[in-house]
């Protein structure tokens, strides 16, 4: 046996603790749409299509998304261990539901996992209030870099007339979303009333209508008329305002999105600064070719995010390890 071959192994501890840092990513309705298997050499991420959002989601697009996502903090916490690795996305065409495969080189010799870097710890879905404060160019940039290191683009922006007419589109979504009802039956099972691993918990969001203001970023209306929310509604400027985009519109696109998504906001947390993040719009093809011609792009967007400083976080729920965790 090499020493490649003997050292590529990792123990039952830091086995564990890779797969809970890769189920901490953020994920649609706190979905969690992820399932990691562990072959002795590799790790293969799949989609969990019933964890899919039928209705919202019917391409599977926000799935592939929340599952980049996961992979970006796979790879991290596996280099953190000191692993080397490759990584091939959407390796086997037979299986269009295994989106990555990570082989693990070399170990590096570190069986006692480190602790979970600060930033992916404390980011999270921010539903709050945001400061006003202006983000710095320096971190401004920081930010993009990560995003399109990991093959994705943020479109800040910052001229009046498109960020106006990127809110009202937002609104919009999330109104017609409110008269749907199968979009709206599908929002309240992901929004459990009792405590529950998986979901947007009331803690999250307010009680009572989300649809007051135009002009703010329109969060998901998880409370849906059942006066359950409990989390204090507050207005924030919009102020800093970023689509999540890619260069084409396939899978393999969606699965960078996500790692690029990840990426920008452990890179904004390092230094508490948190992302709201709205989908709706890009959930209908003509949203999406709206979003292109207010940014003046032909790249493909994904996302809406809003920046803001925040100087606490909440925790969200997350599924046990064993959940979502195989060994072969």
Not at 16 to 26: D, F, L, S, Y
Not at 143 to 169: M, N, W, Y
Not at 193 to 201: H, I, K, L, N, Y
Request: charged share 20%; with cysteine; aromatic share 6%.
């Amino acid at each position: 046996m090499t020493r490649q071959e003997s050292e590529s192994s990792l123990s039952a501890e830091a086995l564990h603790w890779v797969a809970r840092q890769c189920g901490r990513a953020p994920s649609i309705n706190n979905s969690q749409p992820w399932h990691l298997r562990w072959d002795g050499r590799h790790f293969e991420l799949f989609g969990d299509r019933g964890r899919q959002l039928a209705v919202s989601d019917p391409a599977g697009r926000e799935l592939t998304i929340s599952c980049g996502a996961a992979l970006f903090n796979l790879r991290m916490s596996l280099s953190a261990l000191g692993c080397a690795t490759t990584c091939e996305r959407l390796p086997d065409p037979a299986q269009p539901d295994l989106l990555a495969r990570v082989h693990v080189c070399d170990h590096g010799g570190m069986d006692d996992p480190p602790p979970p870097p600060a930033a992916l710890i404390r980011r999270h879905t921010h539903r709050g209030a945001m400061g006003d404060e202006e983000l710095p160019r320096r971190l401004a940039a920081v930010i993009h870099l990560a995003a399109s290191h990991e093959g994705a683009q943020l479109h800040f922006v910052g001229d009046p007339g498109p960020l106006r007419a990127i809110l009202t589109l937002a609104h919009l979504a999330e109104w017609n979303a409110a008269g749907d009802a199968a979009k709206r039956r599908e929002a309240e099972a992901w929004a459990p009333t009792v405590p529950s691993p998986e979901g947007v918990p009331a803690s999250s969001y307010p009680a009572g209508s989300v649809m007051a203001d135009p002009t703010e970023l329109q969060p998901r209306d998880f409370d849906l008329g059942r006066n359950v929310g409990g989390l204090e509604p507050a207005a924030s400027p919009v102020k800093h305002l970023a689509v999540l985009c890619t260069q084409a519109d396939a899978p393999l696109d969606w699965v960078r999105a996500g790692e690029g998504l990840e990426a920008a906001l452990i890179a904004a947390a390092e230094e508490w600064w948190f992302a709201r993040i709205h989908s709706r719009v890009c959930e209908e093809a003509a949203g999406r070719r709206e979003l292109q011609r207010h940014l003046g792009t032909q790249a493909f967007p994904h996302l809406i995010l809003q920046f803001g400083r925040g100087s606490t976080f909440a925790a969200t729920p997350r599924r046990p390890v064993s959940e979502y965790l195989e060994i072969r």
